[in-house]
């Protein structure tokens, strides 16, 4: 109960009494229940969606974007921003790359990112809202966090500080494996293979372009794979 607690509190916003100082094992197997955490966020949204359903399309889709933004405390499209920021102002260097991400100004670059991100989510919330789908609204935090699990087991960690690392150390792999097959496994069977596949590429050049400059992945780059995991499933049902 500790690590599911733990996954809410690291998460989301939704109040949980409980420390993150607890032992380094639950802190590890806290990961395993990143996807539940994603679907319960993702079935909060699909309730909201529905309270809004006798407003119109585009109210209701701006007041489950916000949701979903307030909801994760924008945990992730922070990391996305300092991704994008690193990306274009590291010019290529790995120690320039990683300095830039840990400073919490944001560049012109990252807020470009972080609007057309949003505004892609916008748009595909809206389809869906419209086609009364919200199945696909559930599904799609599960999805992202799925994508952190993949990351930390397929890719080695490179930040020397912050609370990710001693994640990783402490995450039981083989259990981390069986969870990532069954989130999957829910997500094609639901979202549909073509979705889900396309989604699962956008996170291997994630995982491609972080190696290239990074030589690995920092708490940030799970952040980004998060966002932009998301968009793509969204794009992918809405557009195929």
Known sequence: ????LIALQFLTRIPVKNSLTTDDAALGRSVLYYPLVGFLIGVLLSFIALVMSASSDMVATAVVLSAWVFLTGGLHL???ADCADAWVGGMGSQ???LEIMKD???GPIAVLVLLLTLLLKFAAILVLIQQNNLTILMLTPLLG???ILIL???TPYVSSQGLAEKIVQNLPFNDARLVIVISLAFAGLVMGWANVLLACGVLLWIRYAALS???GVTGDVYGAAVELMETAGLL???LL
Request: proline share 4%; glycine share 8%.
């Open 1 to 4: 109960m500790d690590s599911l």
């Open 78 to 80: 922070d990391g996305l």
């Open 95 to 97: 120690q320039r790359s």
């Open 104 to 106: 919490p100004a944001a």
């Open 145 to 147: 966090r799925t994508a």
């Open 152 to 154: 930390m087991l397929s």
């Open 213 to 215: 400059r990074l030589g």
């Open 236 to 238: 992918a049902v809405v």
